[in-house]
């Protein structure tokens, strides 16, 4: 399995951006996808998960959209309405198997991308 984020920049805030997540050895209805991220001095936070249903964290919901392209093999993440305090190194991540609620915890996910920056300027 292999994962590649891109996608990131630098933006002003109230902009939108689009991530994505480029993915091989993956069947997306096997598969569990979801986004990460880790701002600077902080763990590694949920952001946003798909396997059947979609599941969001608070901080991002009604902003952020997560789905995938199944013919392209790509997981994306669109971004809207962004504040400085989406700042941070965004990872796209995987593990196997049909999840049936959300996945949270970072330890839950077998494969990672190599994360790509979004830096969101006020």
């Known amino acids: 399995v292999q994962l590649q984020a891109s996608g990131g920049g630098l933006v002003q805030a109230g902009d939108s951006l689009r991530l994505s997540c480029a993915t091989s050895g993956v069947t997306f209805g096997s598969f569990a996808m979801g986004w990460f991220r880790q701002a600077p001095g902080k763990e590694r936070e949920f952001v946003a998960q798909?396997?059947?249903?979609?599941y969001y964290a608070d901080s991002v919901k009604g902003r952020f959209t997560l789905f995938k392209d199944n013919a392209q093999n790509t997981l994306y993440l669109q971004m809207n309405s962004l504040t400085p305090e989406d700042t941070a190194v965004y990872y796209c991540a995987a593990v196997a198997g049909w999840a049936t609620s959300a996945r949270r915890d970072v330890h839950e996910y077998a494969y990672w991308g190599q994360g790509t920056l979004v830096t969101v300027s006020s």
């Open positions: 798909i396997s059947g249903a979609t």
